[in-house]
């Protein structure tokens, strides 16, 4: 499993450190690819363009360089989630766009492209099955659940042995307890 999670490391860290560079090196090309999709406004598509390309190449080192990898694969299943939802969002409303997806690469939006980027999808996610430890998730997941469970002992919650365990019995809370505080 380990080899495995390190093959996929590498894939996707190579893949967003080559997809980073060449958008890089070709702002105004990538941003213009990012108008193009009329997902967002003018302003957040500045931002998306020269933002995207470095937390590409941020993330392709950290997966390739192993530094940080649960937290670049989950970011990196993030982004791939936004390409995939982005371009099929372009391609189901017929836009004849350039992708984008490699920088100044003329690839016109297309059923492969959306299959393309749902399989990168499918790889982050499956790395990140392998990279990820998810205890802390369900860890944190379960303390959130137990803050909306009254203590046991308080009086709005009966003490165990008050509590009915047979079926077809009424519950029997103690007269000194008051739903008011």
């Known amino acids: 499993m380990k080899s495995l999670s390190f093959v ?13 560079l060449a ?18 406004p003018p302003f957040i598509s500045v931002l998306m363009a020269g933002l995207l390309p470095l937390l590409e190449i941020v993330l392709g080192v950290c997966l390739i360089g192993g530094v940080l990898t649960e937290g670049a694969t989950i970011l990196t299943v993030v982004l791939c989630a936004f390409f995939t939802v982005a371009t099929s969002s372009a391609w189901m409303r017929g836009l004849q766009i350039n992708c984008g997806c490699f920088g100044g690469a003329a690839e016109k939006i ?9 399989a990168f999808l499918a790889l ?7 990279t990820v430890r998810f205890d802390w998730i369900v860890g944190a997941f379960g303390r959130g659940l ?27 809370i103690p007269e000194t307890a008051t739903l008011s505080s």
């Open 110 to 118: 297309s059923g492969f492209l959306v299959v393309r980027s749902a």
């Open 8 to 20: 996929l490391r590498l894939l996707l860290g190579g893949l967003l450190l080559y997809s980073g």
């Open 146 to 172: 137990r803050a909306w469970h009254w203590p046991a002992g308080s009086r709005r919650s009966p003490e165990p042995s008050q509590r009915s365990h047979r079926a077809g019995t009424a519950l029997v």
């Open 23 to 40: 958008k890089f090196k070709l702002p105004y090309e990538f941003l213009a690819a990012v108008n193009a999709y009329a997902i967002t």
């Open 124 to 130: 982050a996610l499956l790395s990140c099955a392998f």
